[in-house]
């Protein structure tokens, strides 16, 4: 429950450096450099169609092992516990291979052919390389971890 402000921190520019094993939430409406983009794209309608533009991600791939700490208000809120992670490597993982505590045995994929969310508690569910993906710390904690390792990468065959 809330408003979104109250749930996502809004970037303060578009260079803005993710950390490692965070996932984020882009709603991008067309590119900022163009003159008056937020009144022509977002406030005022008629909204401009807005022309095609590229967003760039760069930095160095990332290996090794990984623990991100997620949390929980626990103040039995809608929206209580959930985490948003991203996977860290140039690389699919498996969600049984992942290191978890305080943490639900599901684990929530975005499924971009289906426009939804894939929700699996199945171990050998497979999060793509890069992807975002949504963890909930259990009822009762106010803490928890995920624990990545190489050993989670699903290697081609």
Same mark, same amino acid.
């Given at each position: 429950?809330?408003?979104?402000?109250?749930?996502?921190?809004?970037?303060?520019?578009?260079?803005?450096?993710?950390?490692?094993?965070?996932?984020?939430?882009?709603?991008?409406?067309?590119?900022?450099?163009?003159?008056?983009?937020?009144?022509?794209?977002?406030?005022?309608?008629?909204f401009m169609n807005p022309p095609?533009?590229?967003?760039?991600?760069?930095?160095?791939?990332?290996?090794?092992?990984?623990? !991100?700490?997620?949390?929980n208000n626990d103040e039995g809120?809608? #929206?209580? @516990? /959930?985490?948003?992670?991203? +996977? &860290?490597?140039?690389?699919?993982?498996?969600?049984?291979?992942?290191?978890?505590?305080?943490?639900?045995?599901?684990?929530?994929?975005?499924?971009?052919?289906?426009?939804?969310?894939? !929700?699996?508690?199945d171990p050998e569910t497979v999060?793509?390389? #890069?992807? @975002? /993906?949504?963890?909930?710390? +259990? &009822?009762?904690?106010?803490?928890?971890?995920?624990?990545?390792?190489?050993?989670?990468?699903?290697?081609?065959?």
């Amino acid at each position: 429950s809330g408003q979104l402000p109250q749930k996502y921190i809004p970037i303060p520019n578009l260079s803005i450096k993710v950390p490692v094993g965070r996932g984020f939430f882009v709603f991008s409406r067309g590119d900022k450099h163009l003159t008056n983009a937020f009144q022509q794209q977002i406030v005022t309608r008629p909204f401009m169609n807005p022309p095609p533009y590229t967003i760039t991600y760069t930095g160095n791939l990332f290996s090794g092992p990984l623990t !991100v700490q997620v949390f929980n208000n626990d103040e039995g809120g809608e #929206g209580d @516990g /959930f985490n948003l992670l991203g +996977n &860290p490597y140039a690389a699919p993982i498996r969600w049984g291979s992942l290191g978890k505590e305080n943490v639900g045995p599901n684990v929530w994929v975005f499924d971009p052919l289906n426009n939804r969310y894939k !929700v699996s508690n199945d171990p050998e569910t497979v999060i793509p390389a #890069g992807a @975002g /993906f949504f963890v909930r710390v +259990n &009822p009762g904690f106010k803490t928890g971890a995920v624990h990545f390792q190489e050993q989670a990468k699903v290697l081609p065959q």
